[in-house]
């Protein structure tokens, strides 16, 4: 029995079913890996340890590059710095999503197209994508929601036909794979958060950027270790042509200067620490475990509701394997009233979150022209049909028949006659 704070000021709400606080189980292992940090006598900022996470997790991904940072913001915020946007530019997003998905686009003089959802999958549409492609379109982020991959042949094809780059927001998708390939490697930029709700954490905060391209890796990695983003030139390319280069002695001819051909966006500290990249190492080994479980669960749920009619659960190609971090399901709403479904779970026990507002229905992006009726299918999934469940490794067996009793009582009571 897990208590979290009631509103109003009525107290804790007592959950036989919480939802997860932290989305991984901590063991013994990733203890021992802190601890043995801790005790070390090594700086805890920039090292071996996060030099190591970073390689490991490029290996499990499939890419020539694995940058961390602080954050999964942080890594699409950085994403989002390499696309180089300009005025005028165009970005399509799915409004499927926690805000961060899209959110560093606020900062740009450019025009947001939001591409309606699937009508049987949470994801991004990509015959909706198609229709919104113009010359002026620079890029396409998707969010692979709740760990189901996103169908990427078409919209890579649609890439390479007209040129825009794909950034994956695969912070639900460790574990998922599509085509025999992970979330992350496909598009041309992944971005991972390891925030204590996801798949696995570092210690409750990190991120991961994950991409081919050089000159972006070497680009990111500039910028997170506090230097500006910026193209370099040798003081041997730059000075004697405007005044004198200075002593050779202190400035070798092959120093680099801050006087450069392009400057972009000043540098920051998105350093992910030694301990965090620790435990991140023992959390990407202990994965495969950890998302065995979640699929486990998932089935058990999938096999009470699939006896029930008006439920549905979202679409899956037999070359996608979901990783669960998310288990959603859609209630037809001539059937059932799926607010009072959520609200009857509460009354047995179990705890749900509706995850996500639609985006282009928040007032940061009505304020740039966005409303209702632009998404239709998401905003009908969002206010009417769409329910997530707690599914995650911290369930023990006897929760998980909890629940699955809880939302059978809880369906057919709420069914219309």
């Not at 805000?99 to 994801?123: C, G, M, W």
């Not at 001819?253 to 435990?279: D, K």
């Not at 037999?318 to 509460?346: G, K, N, P, S």
Request: charged content about 20%; overall charge negative; some cysteine.
């Amino acid at each position: 029995m897990t208590d979290h704070g009631g509103a109003g000021g009525a107290g804790p709400v007592r959950y036989a079913v919480p939802y997860p606080t932290v989305g991984a189980t901590i063991g013994e292992r990733e203890l021992a890996a802190v601890r043995e940090v801790l005790q070390a006598d090594i700086p805890l900022s920039g090292g071996a340890y996060r030099e190591m996470f970073e390689e490991k997790f490029r290996e499990f991904i499939g890419t020539r590059h694995a940058i961390s940072v602080t954050s999964g913001t942080v890594a699409l915020e950085l994403a989002i710095h390499l696309l180089d946007l300009q005025p005028g530019d165009e970005v399509i997003a799915t409004p499927q999503t926690y805000q961060a998905t899209i959110q560093p686009l606020l900062n740009y003089d450019i025009k947001v197209r939001f591409a309606d959802i699937e009508a049987h999958s949470p994801n991004i549409s990509v015959s909706e994508v198609e229709k919104l492609l113009t010359k002026n379109t620079r890029a396409v982020i998707l969010v692979h929601y709740g760990g189901l991959p996103v169908d990427m042949r078409p919209l890579m094809q649609l890439s390479e036909n007209h040129g825009f780059a794909v950034i994956e927001d695969a912070a639900h998708a460790l574990g998922s794979m599509y085509c025999g390939r992970r979330p992350g490697s496909i598009g041309h930029i992944g971005c991972f958060s390891f925030h204590s709700s996801k798949n696995i954490t570092t210690l409750g905060e990190g991120g991961m950027i994950t991409l081919n391209r050089d000159d972006w890796a070497e680009r990111l990695r500039r910028i997170r270790g506090n230097e500006a983003d910026m193209d370099l030139l040798g003081y041997e390319q730059t000075f004697g042509v405007s005044r004198d280069p200075p002593p050779h002695a202190l400035y070798p001819g092959r120093a680099y200067t801050h006087i450069c051909s392009a400057f972009r966006r000043a540098g920051t500290n998105a350093t992910l620490s030694e301990p965090a990249s620790a435990m991140g190492l023992v959390q990407l080994e202990r994965l495969p475990e950890l998302a065995a479980r979640r699929r486990q669960i998932a089935a058990r749920i999938s096999d009470e509701l699939s006896a029930i009619s008006g439920v549905r659960l979202p679409d899956q190609s037999a070359d996608m394997v979901h990783a669960y971090h998310l288990f959603t399901f859609f209630v037809d709403a001539e059937q059932y009233d799926r607010d009072e479904l959520i609200r009857c779970l509460a009354d047995q026990g179990v705890e749900t979150y509706l995850r996500y507002f639609p985006l282009h229905l928040l007032p940061e992006w009505r304020a740039r022209g966005h409303c209702l009726g632009e998404c239709p299918v998401a905003e009908r999934s969002w206010f009417f049909e769409h329910v997530n469940l707690p599914c995650h490794p911290g369930m023990s067996d006897d929760q998980v028949e909890a629940l699955t009793a809880a939302l059978s009582a809880a369906l057919l009571k709420v069914r219309r006659r």
